[in-house]
């Protein structure tokens, strides 16, 4: 497992942000390291309060499972092989907006997730961020 | 409620892990005695962190009900007879990879949870835990 | 209830975390709004792991009741009058390393959390970025 | 952050669970990673079922802050510096049991959780299992 340095998470913070406001969408952006653990987090003017931990639980599902979080969520739908896997780990949020963090590199460093959008433009701005990240 | 040997347990827990190695897949077993509390538990080397607690609450889920976990899935989709019952009981795992211990007996001594593969590559790895247990 | 400007709060956690850097201590710096809700998080590396939660939660503390966290500890010892304080609203800290941001108003804005080293040096570190912050 | 390998982990349940037996002292014994996921679990024959949770909060009281687990307990008592702090952290136990893994190193690679004796107890068992350890 390894460490993510804070001044590379402020640099996939500030790079979802910079995609935010190209948008013109208000979103909480979190960062967590490979254990799931908060690293970083910012919540942009006129975000929703209700995104705050749907942000930081979009993160921890792809820390936890090393996917998109979108791909936890097709799996658990109604017959779907994982039906109801978002009641584990103190509840998942399963739909787009949560993205592993590899830097280019093999192995997943942590996770970014983004909520206050529809979940199509929370995989945007999480993927943008996630490109801006460098280990 | 009979009890468990820890280390019948462990031999359990053993014979599901050569299995999953077998198999190439990383994965977290849980064994839990007939009250659903837990006895043994491994995290092999790569599982991802979210079948920590999926492995246990398969584990939880089959004691509880005397049933492999996926039963209840069958049971709990939308329209089923038991519609959300994995809300209960403080979140249960309804897919498969949960399976109740016997040791060839007709009572139930505990369960073992699996998590890590594909529901049905769970399923397989607990078989063989279960089927590796004796009283 | 003021708005906290996502741009004012960063400035508060850079204060802190350049204190922390001068103090040689790594820590967790949390910025909450005037409502207790998480608006900028920073962990600095080697930051103990711990001190995520209780950053949050002393900030928390010190927006709910527009104390420094300390304050409400010194009240909550055992024969006092708040003695127990800290089992409400999902658990508080009480200790040194919250305090409110006013911005040199009459009002609070917010509260800033950090946790780290002992809790003088939280306090001192709080104090820095509570004093950088404006409205 | 450094992964342990459960064959590692296992040495470290194993010396502990030797120690508990020459003691005879029934105990749960748990081992958690740098973040404080758990890696390996054993309840002992006899073992107390309250000490499933309590070895398992000792072990991640201990990653989360890198110290024995008594440590935060001397500081956390009435009119002590950390007063309350085990109500953070989804809710920590802070008597003795709780001891980093560093096999040697200068890094902390997990802890090791002990409970079902007297705290004392716990701490002799939690020793020898850290010793036991190697990265």
Known sequence: MR??????ARIAVDAAM??????????CIAIVDAGGHLLVFLR???AMLGSIDISQRKARTSAYFGLNSEVLGH???????FYGVENSNGGLITFAGGAPLTGGTSEIWGAIGVSGGTSDQDAVIAKSGAE???T
Chains 1, 2, 3, 4 share one sequence.
């Open 44 to 46: 942009m003017d006129r």
């Open 18 to 27: 910079k995609k935010a406001l190209e948008m013109q969408i208000a979103v």
């Open 132 to 134: 801006a990240f460098s």
């Open 3 to 8: 460490n993510i340095r804070s001044a590379n």
């Open 75 to 81: 799996a658990s739908q109604p017959g779907g092989p």
